[in-house]
């Protein structure tokens, strides 16, 4: 995934058209502080804040506040995220497919790492990132706390301008 944030952009929450808030009074299965997700509950929406073809859902959490928060990605196959940043921990799971993943300001597929289904990874702070999916969908699901942001190392790659 092609991402990059910057902390001072954290309050962009570039991930518009995305439910602000998702309590557990939201879902239909809860109970005393719990929150349980069927996935065929999810509600996906376009990520306004990457490139066409990419999808989220918001599971937990608002992510314009300084709170925990679980998000799911979905890219499509043959996607790519551009070089990015995001102002607080970033931790993903993949859930389908295989992510190509790596560190660095400069897209470089020759430092791509294979992530498949199971994986796990965490980025600091600032530190810039990019991905690629191959020829299939990949699903992640991100937590972390907010608020949440990304910004992109080339202004061009961010598809809100």
């Known amino acids: 995934m092609k991402v990059i944030l910057k902390p001072t952009l954290g ?39 990457m490139s066409k073809g990419a999808e989220i859902t918001v599971l937990e ?36 497919g295989t992510l190509h993943f790596a560190h660095g300001e400069e897209f470089d597929a020759d430092q791509l790492k294979e992530l498949p289904e199971g994986s796990f990874a965490v980025m600091a702070p600032g530190d810039a990132m990019f991905g690629r999916t191959g020829d299939e969908e990949v699903v992640i699901q991100l937590h972390g706390t907010g608020p949440w942001g990304i910004e992109y190392i080339n202004p061009e790659h961010d598809p809100r301008k």
């Open 11 to 49: 309050i962009l929450l570039g991930l518009c058209l995305v439910p602000a808030s998702l309590t557990a009074a939201d879902l239909p299965y809860k109970g005393e502080g719990h929150i349980m997700v069927n996935t065929s509950d999810l509600e996906w929406k376009p990520v306004g804040s």
């Open 61 to 96: 959490g608002d992510l314009s506040e300084e709170a925990p928060f679980t998000m799911r990605l979905r890219m499509p196959a043959n996607y790519d995220l551009m070089p990015h940043t995001h102002p607080e921990y970033e931790r993903v799971t993949v859930l389908s």
